[in-house]
């Protein structure tokens, strides 16, 4: 089967290009010319842990393609992606569909044979009927089908979320004629276990809300029960353990941190309470979910400033500053909140990252290596959690009376007790006596 990728970024390169290693060929459009350039040299725009080789491997076996001729790969192919971006909107909660209609009014142009158009971009409900309707304008229905395939890969671990996802979710009207070739696509991925679901479209697109909605649901409810945690001297990692082993609350998606960032929670949770308006439903949950989340960046700004109590002049160094680890995605990462009331105290801030130096924070110092962040700071922050934080060498430390700040719990209070350092994490007594 013939596939094309139109949007060739974290969802539709890391797609386009494992669909291409199950066997079928591929081609990944894109409108941004450096992009498709550079993948076409092996150069790989984001940070996905294994995607480079894969890219590489894919391409010089010829069933990879990448280019910016969005007509010629539309005419060519059987099944088409929309993996475009739908961003939060100016007016700051609704999805942002233009590139969505953008390219279904491409599509619309090019449509020579059937072709299966998929929306793999999130968007909300009823944004296949509008699809479907451009597409009507010019072409017969017997030409085409509108289906709803939502994506739930996360950043960092996409490949393996790719190859083993619980479940593939595809929406359509007309199953009769779509479902036998979509299961076919998806075989290779479902008879490893994966279930397959067939929904209405509007299911589907409701599905990939609710889906993210819950998870920012369940992360922003143990952040909350971590911030009593801290009022009353329990242990949150506790509280989650003794209630993630209940199986109707289940254990993932239970680490309290600096609350949820990144590119799709924050943008989807405020999407769904639009549509909730839009059809006269009020997403009450949601709405607390988003204002609870908002709040506790800045509250962990709050806190910063308490640890340091005289912060004018003090200097603070952040140990990753990406939303979550193996990812180089600044897109909504909660220090982006943190930092200018930081700034705003006269702190003076430096931050090191395994991907890099990053332009969201060109003015703040960035520093190459996590020795010199330990060294030359009054309070370190562990904002991600990389692998490299975990092992730490606070032994080299020579400032003496350091603090470390600890958002993702990666260490345990009682290491720090025979040491020179006040330790503070999320959820958990300071330097607390484990039994
Ligand atoms: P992205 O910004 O990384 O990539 C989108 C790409 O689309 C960009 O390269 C952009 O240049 C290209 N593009 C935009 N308009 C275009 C057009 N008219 N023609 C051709 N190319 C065009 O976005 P992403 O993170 O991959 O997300 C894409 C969609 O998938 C969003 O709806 C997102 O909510 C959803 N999603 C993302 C993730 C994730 O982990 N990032 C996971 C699941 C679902
Ligand atoms: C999330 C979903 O997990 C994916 O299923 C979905 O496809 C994707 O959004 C999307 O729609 O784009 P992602 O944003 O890549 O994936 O990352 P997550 O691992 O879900 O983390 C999101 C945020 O929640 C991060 O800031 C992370 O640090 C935080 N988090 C996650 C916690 O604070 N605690 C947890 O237990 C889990």
Redesign the pocket.
């Known amino acids: 089967m013939k596939i094309c990728f ?7 390169l890391v797609s386009g290009v494992l669909f291409s290693d199950l066997g079928n060929s591929v081609t990944c ?4 010319h450096e ?1 498709i350039e550079n993948l076409k040299n092996g150069i790989i725009p ?1 940070f996905e842990p294994g995607l480079d080789e894969l890219v590489i491997k894919n391409y010089n076996a010829k069933r990879l393609f990448f280019t910016t001729d ?1 007509n010629h790969a539309i005419k060519n192919s059987d099944i088409i992606f929309i ?4 961003p939060t909107a100016k007016d700051g909660v609704s999805a942002d569909l233009k ?1 969505v209609y ?2 279904a009014q491409t599509i619309s142009k090019n449509i020579n044979k059937f072709k299966i158009i998929i929306t ?4 909300p409900v009823c944004t296949g009927d509008e699809v479907e309707k451009i597409l009507r304008k010019k072409n017969s229905s017997s030409k085409f089908e509108v289906v709803s395939n ?6 960092g671990e ?1 490949i393996r979320d790719f190859r083993y996802p619980d479940r593939v979710v595809i929406g359509s009207n007309n199953p009769k004629k779509t479902i036998p070739i979509l299961k076919k696509l998806y075989e290779p991925i479902t008879k490893k276990g994966a279930k397959f679901i067939s929904t209405s479209r509007r299911s589907a697109e409701l599905i990939k809300y609710a889906a993210n909605a819950f998870l920012a649901t369940k992360i922003t409810f143990i952040n909350e029960i971590a911030n009593l945690c801290e009022q009353v001297g329990s242990n949150v990692e506790d509280i989650a353990i003794g209630i993630g082993t209940d199986a109707r609350i289940g254990s993932r998606f239970l680490r309290a941190g600096p609350a949820y960032g990144g ?2 929670f924050p ?2 949770t405020k999407a769904l309470t639009k549509i909730g308006k839009k059809f006269k439903t009020h997403m009450s949950v949601v709405e607390t979910v988003i204002k609870s989340n908002e709040k506790r960046k800045n509250n962990l700004a709050d806190k910063i400033l308490n640890i340091l109590k005289n912060p004018k002049g003090k200097k603070v160094g952040f140990l990753g500053v990406t939303f979550k680890a193996n990812t180089d ?1 600044m897109r909504d990462t909660q220090c982006l909140k943190i930092f200018p009331k930081l700034l705003k105290k006269g702190v003076k801030l430096s931050y090191y990252d395994p991907t890099g130096e990053k332009k969201e924070l060109k003015k703040i110092r960035f520093i190459k290596n996590t020795k010199e962040i330990l060294n030359n700071n009054d309070l370190v922050v562990i904002h991600t959690e990389w692998d490299e934080f975990r092992s730490l060498d606070f032994k080299s430390i020579k400032n003496k009376g350091v603090k470390i700040f600890d958002m993702r719990n990666l260490y345990q209070p009682n290491e720090f007790l025979n040491k020179n350092i006040k330790y503070y994490s999320i959820g958990r007594p300071t330097n607390e006596k484990k039994a």
């Open positions: 139109i949007g060739t970024g974290y969802v539709g459009v894109d409108n941004n992009k984001i969005i993996a475009v971006g739908t590139n953008a390219v793999k971009s999130t968007v939502p994506e739930f890969l996360r950043e996409a590119s799709c943008k989807d995605d």
